[in-house]
């Protein structure tokens, strides 16, 4: 080798290792990602709150990434979003080119053992989580069942998706947990199938429907009563509902207060994006920036504050550290939940 060739080499060694060089990589990104298109995979049918926020989220995070690329929104319903999550694990593309959501529930449900799932949370991308929200249990107005107490005076006929969805999870947790009357009838593309349901007197109504939701889609069943609101979950009781029973005090026991705090954990990221696992490590740090980013965009801010959408947001670092203090649950505890949420 010459002695030129020698310096060359050497430099080309420090060049992959120093902080110069991060510009010609954050090239290379744009370079990727100009003129190209990027898959926002939804787990749910259009209409529902999730697909709203994917829809807001893709519509702006864009112009985050390098190169500004096209984002497309792709709906993929089916199980309660586990066919999306098992998509963006197992088949979309690793290149930064998918990108998705599913529901908050989905996280935990290898550790709950849900049948089919399959993924290792720890291995997606995780993008962040738009939200923190609080689920409800509600019933439509003709429902026999108007409140809290009824739920153990009348049958409650709760619509769901299929096991690990939010609207089965939150209807069995108050049944198993609780003791409600609750009879699921389950297998609905998405929540706007289920609100349809609600109103054709096919179903009481539904749990694990995001306050949120209510807020900025159903607004109008609010304003004219057209609902009640029967219980809320999360770890923290919402302002918004100073006269709702909050689920852990309702809580008989320490233990079965423990159970409900582990299953209503995912309510801090409600609103989850991830990328696949194996998207390169420079794409996958745009994506996370893009969508942190796009959480302080004043047009994103704006069309979330028209459209009622709660905007308080965890970055992927913060996400993926939650999953990995949840997945260190002692295993009696994980198998009570388990049996609670009745896997």
């Known amino acids: 080798m010459s002695k030129l060739a020698a310096i060359a080499a050497v430099a080309a060694v420090f060049c992959l290792a120093a902080l110069p060089c991060t510009p010609a990589r954050a090239e290379?990104?744009?370079?990727?990602?100009?003129?190209?298109?990027?898959?926002?995979?939804?787990?749910?049918?259009?209409?529902?709150?999730?697909?709203?926020?994917?829809?807001?989220?893709?519509?702006?995070?864009?112009?985050?990434?390098?190169?500004?690329?096209?984002?497309?929104?792709?709906?993929?319903?089916?199980?309660?979003?586990?066919?999306?999550?098992?998509?963006?694990?197992?088949?979309?593309?690793?290149?930064?080119?998918?990108?998705?959501?599913?529901?908050?529930?989905?996280?935990?449900?290898?550790?709950?053992?849900?049948?089919?799932?399959?993924?290792?949370?720890?291995?997606?991308?995780?993008?962040?989580?738009?939200?923190?929200?609080?689920?409800?249990?509600?019933?439509?107005?003709?429902?026999?069942?108007?409140?809290?107490?009824?739920?153990?005076?009348?049958?409650y006929k709760a619509g769901g998706e299929g096991k690990g969805a939010d609207p089965d999870v939150y209807a069995t947790l108050i049944k198993n947990s609780l003791g409600a009357k609750v009879k699921l009838v389950t297998g609905y593309p998405g929540s706007s199938n289920i609100s349809l349901a609600m109103e054709r007197g096919e179903v009481d109504g539904m749990c694990g429907i995001s306050y949120s939701t209510l807020a900025s889609k159903h607004a109008d069943w609010l304003k004219n009563k057209d609902v009640n609101i029967l219980v809320q979950g999360a770890l923290e009781p919402d302002p918004a509902l100073p006269k709702v029973p909050f689920m852990l005090d309702l809580a008989k026991s320490k233990e079965q207060k423990q159970i409900l705090q582990l299953t209503l954990a995912p309510q801090a990221m409600a609103r989850p994006f991830v990328a696949p696992p194996g998207v390169p490590a420079d794409r996958a740090k745009a994506l996370q920036t893009a969508f942190m980013e796009t959480m302080k965009d004043p047009d994103f801010l704006a069309e979330a504050k028209k459209l009622h959408l709660d905007v308080s947001p965890m970055s992927g670092e913060q996400l993926a550290d939650l999953l990995k203090r949840l997945y260190a649950t002692p295993a009696p505890l994980v198998q009570e939940a388990r049996s609670a949420l009745g896997y």
């Open 28 to 155: 290379d990104v744009a370079s990727f990602y100009h003129g190209n298109t990027v898959h926002m995979v939804v787990g749910f049918s259009p209409g529902g709150g999730y697909d709203l926020y994917a829809r807001v989220v893709a519509k702006y995070i864009g112009k985050h990434i390098p190169g500004e690329p096209t984002v497309v929104t792709q709906n993929m319903a089916g199980a309660g979003s586990l066919r999306a999550a098992i998509y963006l694990y197992s088949v979309a593309p690793k290149d930064g080119t998918a990108i998705g959501m599913f529901s908050r529930g989905m996280p935990l449900s290898p550790l709950f053992k849900l049948p089919g799932a399959t993924f290792d949370p720890a291995k997606f991308t995780w993008l962040g989580s738009v939200a923190k929200d609080t689920i409800t249990c509600i019933s439509w107005k003709t429902s026999a069942v108007k409140s809290w107490p009824d739920l153990f005076k009348n049958e």
